[in-house]
């Protein structure tokens, strides 16, 4: 049985959210902890992750009817759903679908959750260092995913995808490790490659990482869909948005 992708994929990060700033706050002072009131699934998007979303979503409005998404798969954090929400507001789509699925929730960080490096240094030495033999590829922290895991649920996720959309524009609108997870599955990339893009820097808030199905034309090829672009900026450089790519607040740095 042959597969059928979405004739458009778009993966985005949601915008800048009030996580993203109290952990960038956190790390300039350098405090172990970072102070949010809300749950991780609750934190909702900054003023500036407000702009930049409405940004999107009337870059989308611009675009020609056969080049705007006709489903949005999001995850059911606040800040990804808040995003979801203005994109589809703002791009005055009509007849667009929005799909809440748990699978493309932020990647769980069990016992880490809230801690700068400082805070784990300090007060999970042993998983630090764990952390830094294993790597973030595989390393699970007690409670948490490793990207392994993040891997796992997304290829539940994709079956559906070709399943009940194939030939379909889909946006998907989630996190930065599952915008990179789903690079890793669509581009086919081994443990390697991912990190390198990863070790490259943060997924930008409100990026775009826009794939196309091949045309009959382009003949066979190993791969699912072509890249068009990864992390595409122009919507918010058009709006003469700022540019943010702050960790979440419940996310350990890089090694």
Known sequence: MQVQWPSLLWVVRHGQSAGNVARDTAEAAGLPTIDLA??????????????????????????AADAQPQV?????????????????????LEHVTLRV??????????????????????????????????GKFYFR????????????????????????YGGQRVL?????VIVNCVRY?????????????????????????IYRAHAPHEGRTDKAMRLVQANFLAPLRDAQMPVTAEPDAA???KP
Request: negative net charge; glycine residues 6%.
């Open 38 to 63: 809300w749950r991780d699934i609750d934190v909702p998007l900054s003023e500036l992750g407000v702009a930049q979303s409405i940004a999107l979503g009337e870059w989308f409005g611009r675009q």
């Open 141 to 164: 922290p007690p409670g948490g995913e490793s990207w392994c895991d993040v891997i796992l649920r997304l290829r539940s996720l994709q079956e559906m995808v070709t399943r009940e």
């Open 185 to 209: 599955l669509v581009e086919q990339m081994d443990e390697q490659q991912i990190l390198d893009i990863d070790r490259q820097g943060d997924v930008p808030n409100c990026a775009v990482t």
């Open 72 to 92: 949005i798969l999001c995850s059911p954090y606040v800040r990804a759903l808040q995003t979801a929400r203005l994109v589809a507001e703002h791009s005055r």
């Open 251 to 253: 996310r350990a740095p």
């Open 172 to 176: 998907v609108v989630a996190h930065q």
């Open 101 to 134: 699925d748990e699978r493309l929730r932020e990647k769980e960080f069990g016992i880490l959750d809230r801690l700068t490096k400082l805070g784990i240094q300090r007060q999970h030495a042993q998983l630090h260092a764990q952390r830094a033999h294993v």
